[in-house]
């Protein structure tokens, strides 16, 4: 089974802001070094998110802020986990295996800790990075079938 057709099954996605040029910047990253075509990608303010989160309430709080990133595990599922901010990006590197499980290490650092560090750059990032007038540039072909609306 191929990683794509394996990730169709068991879908791994990785919520962004959509106009975030850092975070644009990380989901390129993320596809570059995802070899077996793990994770799937999504926006903050796409219609999968708001389909998906209807009902969750710290989901919909993250959604209205689009101040996080938000990590579901097996989004298919009835048991999907989900994650925010600090412990969605490190639970994502761990799912990526080889050598950024390594990363997700930082896992043992206090959450609140963490967030704090995370939130920070999340009030700074468009300051930093910029942002996109309307959402980021669409993906490669090769990788369309990872980006969900």
């Known amino acids: 089974m191929t990683g794509e057709s ?7 996605v990785l919520f962004v802001d959509g106009v975030c040029v850092l975070c644009h910047h990380l989901v390129r990253f993320v596809l570059k070094i995802d070899h ?22 710290e989901a919909e709080a993250q959604l209205r802020s689009l101040a996080s ?15 925010y901010r600090s412990t969605a990006a ?22 609140p800790l963490r ?11 468009y300051r930093w990075f910029g942002k996109h007038e309307e959402a980021c540039p669409l993906p490669l072909q090769e990788h369309a079938g990872r980006f969900l609306a």
């Open 6 to 12: 394996a990730g169709q099954q068991d879908r791994h």
């Open 36 to 57: 077996r075509a793990v994770l799937s990608f999504s926006t903050l303010q796409g219609e999968t998110a708001r389909r998906l989160f209807a009902g969750h309430a």
């Open 69 to 83: 990133v938000v990590y579901v595990r097996h989004c298919e599922r009835p048991g999907q986990e989900i994650f």
């Open 90 to 111: 490190l639970r994502s590197l761990r799912d990526l295996g080889g050598f950024w499980w390594v990363l997700s290490w930082f896992t043992l650092i206090p959450r």
């Open 115 to 125: 967030d704090w560090v995370y939130d920070v750059i999340a009030r700074c990032r």
